[in-house]
Structures are given as C-alpha cells and as structure tokens.
C-alpha cells in the first residue's frame, strides 16, 4: 500500500487534532477517513464501523475479542458489497487498531485491555489466536479478578 508523508500547519494540524480526539481516532486516521470521503467509496465508511464496533463492545459481558463481534464478522460482505479497494484483513486491522488507541486513552470507558499474569507474576496482555482480547468493566464475571 502506497504511503504519503504530509506537512501541516500548526494550525491546521490543531484542528484536524480536536476532531480526532472528539471522534477518539487518530489524526491519520481522519485524515484517511477525509480523503476516502472525498474521493469515493462513499459505501463504507470507517468511522461508522468504528463506532458500531465502540457500541458492540459495550454490549459486551466478561471477556471478549473484537473478532467476536458483528462488525469484524460481517466486514468481508460490506467491503465486497461496496467495492471497497482495500481486503477485510487491512480494514480490520486499521479498526483494531483505532479500537485498541480508544482503549488505551480510556475514550471507551467501559472497556479494558484484559490482562493474565504470568509464571514470573507479571501482568501481561491477554490474547486468544494472536487476537487481543478485552473485558467489560461492568461485567460481573471481571469485578474481583
């Protein structure tokens, strides 16, 4: 995949910023998200899956992994569907990844990265199949762990 290196004004950059972290992406991806706007595959749209994927997992019970939930299960169809130019293992990625730094700056609130600790008793990041896998706070089942 083609990269692009860009330079930005303070000023521009500080509004590109705010809009990123009230939608609680990164500005590249906002950036890309724009971009993707204004020159097509208006039939997908990245930030909509991202914030359907926010809202699946807060339905959440206990401990899950995004691969579980209906976003990443039907995205082959929509990208398909669409025509959109990039394959589900890209876009999933790029939504783990928005899903994961949303996480880490607690802009999902209720969700966690789950963690186990380890023979040397250190926490470490819990992952099922390479996945990363995440936990309700408001779970039942995870109070207490």
């Known amino acids: 995949m083609p990269r692009v290196n860009l330079s930005l004004n303070e000023a521009v950059y500080g509004d590109l910023k705010a809009e990123a972290d009230d939608k609680g992406i990164s500005v590249n991806n906002l950036v890309y998200s724009i971009l993707k706007d204004r020159y097509g595959y208006n039939g997908f749209d990245i930030l909509v899956e991202f914030e359907n994927l926010k809202r699946e997992a807060r339905a959440q019970k206990g401990y899950f992994s995004l691969h579980a939930l209906p976003t990443f299960q039907n995205l082959e169809k929509k990208l398909e569907n669409t025509g959109y130019p990039e394959s589900a293992a890209q876009v999933r990625a790029r939504l783990g990844r928005m899903f994961q730094d949303a996480v880490e700056k ?21 992952t099922a199949a390479r996945a990363a896998v995440y936990a309700s706070k408001l779970s039942d089942a995870i109070k207490g762990e």
Do not use: H, S, Y
């Not at 607690?106 to 819990?126: G, H, P």
């Open 106 to 126: 607690n802009l999902v609130w209720d969700i966690d990265r789950a963690v186990t600790v380890d023979q040397d008793k250190n926490e470490v990041a819990k």
